[in-house]
């Protein structure tokens, strides 16, 4: 079974929002660096936000301050849950979005989710 699961996304229009979720299960995500990725049609998937286990965040220079990534440490090191806040969405954006352990090097090839498809039009 696939521990993570992602959900939140749809179509909507450029200049709006989606917030993604990211229900992962297992304490090794709550010990290490999350992340959301992103894979266009044609393209490799890339890394656009990541965050620690002590909260500190990076992100991708093409959604560098339009998107917000957070994370809840629950009581329970087994579930853990990531959000991805998108504002200001650009039709560049589109693309399956997936979360996982960051950097994609630490993440074993059966552990990828069906991701959640974000669409945006112009």
């Known amino acids: 079974q696939v521990p993570v699961v992602e959900s939140g996304g749809g179509l909507v229009q450029a200049g709006g929002s989606l917030r993604l979720s990211c229900a992962a299960s297992g304490s090794i995500f709550s010990i290490n660096t999350m992340g959301w990725y992103r894979q266009a049609p044609g393209k490799q998937r890339e890394l656009v936000a990541g965050i620690t286990s002590g909260g500190s965040t990076t992100y991708a220079d093409s959604v560098k301050g339009r998107f917000t990534i957070s994370r809840d440490n629950a009581e329970n090191a087994d579930e853990n849950t990531v959000y991805l806040q998108m504002n200001r969405l650009k039709p560049e954006d589109t693309a399956v979005y997936y979360c996982?352990?960051?950097?994609?090097?630490?993440?074993?090839?059966?552990?990828w989710g069906q991701g959640t498809q974000v669409t945006v039009s112009s």
């Open positions: 996982n352990l960051a950097p994609r090097e630490l993440v074993p090839d059966n552990y």
